[in-house]
């Protein structure tokens, strides 16, 4: 399993699209450590790529909020919150088909699920919901939309 492989082909690709931009990779799972250290000594001294580990609530929110798209990547996941964090936040999610996260992830309307070991498929996803503004914003408030119908304290009250 290569999941820097995803990354790889996101960064290679966004590169064409853009010359100014910052690729953010926030890793919070405890075996993350190690595709971290392998990450950092790749991408050490460079300017375009920001590497954050165990990062805090605030840092995440932040993240999320200045994020164009979120991968959530998981080989396995039990509900995974991030996922409706970023959708609540308007920001589209590229998930792996895993868990909890096709409940929060209607594919092609606020985000695409795609198999947890495709790493060329998840990095079409994201280039597609970053290549298209219109998709970006139209995803991000159905995400929105799909955390409040199904997820919020409020709605689960009512049933």
């Not at 290679?12 to 990450?39: F, H, N, T």
């Not at 409940?103 to 970053?130: C, R, S, T």
Request: a positive charge; charged letters at 30%.
């Amino acid at each position: 399993m290569c999941p820097g492989r995803v990354v790889k082909g996101i960064y290679r690709k966004s590169k064409k699209l853009y010359k100014k931009r910052i690729l953010e990779i926030a890793l919070d799972d405890p075996e993350g450590q190690q595709m971290y250290e392998q990450l950092h000594a790749k991408v050490k001294g460079r300017k375009d790529v920001r590497l954050i580990l165990g990062a805090h609530d605030i840092m995440v929110n932040v993240i999320q909020r200045a994020s164009d798209v979120i991968l959530q990547k998981s080989i396995r996941e039990g509900f995974g919150l991030t996922v409706s964090e970023a959708l609540w936040k308007e920001t589209p999610v590229v998930g792996s088909n895993v868990g909890g996260i096709p409940m929060q992830i209607i594919d092609g309307e606020n985000g695409y699920l795609v198999d947890p070991h495709d790493y060329d498929g998840a990095a079409k996803k994201v280039m597609d919901i970053l290549s298209d503004k219109n998709l970006r914003e139209e995803m991000g408030i159905k995400g929105r939309q799909h955390v409040k119908e199904n997820f919020l304290i409020t709605r689960l009250i009512e049933d």
